[in-house]
C-alpha cells in the first residue's frame, strides 16, 4: 500500500534529480533514550538485586514525567497536520503537499495512542489509507472531515464518557466510507 501511495507521489525515474525535492528526515526527538547507571568499581552488577516492581514504579514516574509534554507534541503535530492540509487543498497542489499531509497523518497515527488519543490514532490512521489511494484534487471533503475530526478529538478529550461515544462513532463513519471508497477503487 504504501508503495503503491509512493509510486504515485514519487518523481518518475526519467526525471533528472535537479527535477526532484530532496525529502527532509523525519523528526525523532521523542524516542526516549535511558541511560544506563553509572556504577563506580566498589559497585558490583547484581542481577538478583534488582526489584521489579521498583523498575516498573520509576517506570511509571518516567512516563507520568513526560505525560505532561503530551498534550504539546499532539498539539504540535496536529499543527502540522492542518498547515500540510492548507497548502494541499489547492486547487494547484502538488504531489509533494498530498504527501506531506499523508506524512503528518501517519506520524500522528504511530504516537497518538501512546499519547493518549485512541481517536486521533484512528483518524489518521483512516487518513493515511484514504490517502494513499487519493490524488491531488480527490477526495477533498473527506480529507477535511478527516482534519476537522481530529481537531474537534482533541479538544474533546477528557470531557467525559459522551465526548468519547461520538468520538468513536466519528471514527466509525470515516473508517467504513474511507474502506468503501478504497473498495470501489
Not at 501517519?106 to 489509507?129: D, E, F, K, Q
Request: charged letters at 25%; one cysteine or more; aromatic letters at 4%.
Amino acid at each position: 500500500m504504501i508503495d503503491k501511495l509512493l509510486g504515485k507521489w514519487l518523481p518518475s525515474k526519467n526525471r533528472t534529480t535537479a527535477d526532484t525535492k530532496q525529502i527532509t528526515t523525519p523528526d525523532i526527538s521523542r524516542v526516549i533514550k535511558i541511560r544506563p547507571p553509572e556504577l563506580t568499581p566498589e559497585e558490583p552488577v547484581v542481577a538478583a538485586s534488582v526489584d521489579p516492581e521498583d523498575l516498573a514504579d520509576k517506570a511509571e514516574a518516567a512516563v507520568d514525567s513526560l505525560s505532561e509534554q503530551f498534550d504539546a507534541w499532539m498539539s504540535a503535530d496536529l499543527d502540522k497536520l492542518i498547515a500540510a492540509w492548507a497548502a494541499a487543498n489547492s486547487p494547484d497542489a502538488t504531489p509533494e503537499e498530498y504527501r506531506a499531509v499523508f506524512m503528518a497523518a501517519h506520524n500522528i497515527r504511530g504516537v497518538a495512542g501512546s499519547y493518549g488519543y485512541p481517536a486521533i490514532s484512528r483518524l489518521c490512521g483512516s487518513l493515511s489509507t484514504l490517502l494513499s489511494d487519493t490524488h491531488p484534487g480527490e477526495n477533498s471533503a473527506l480529507i477535511n472531515l478527516h482534519v476537522e475530526a481530529c481537531r474537534a478529538a482533541f479538544v474533546g478529550v477528557g470531557k467525559g464518557d459522551s465526548s468519547e461515544l461520538v468520538a468513536d462513532a466519528v471514527c466509525d463513519a470515516l473508517e467504513q466510507t474511507v474502506a468503501a471508497k478504497a473498495g470501489a477503487s
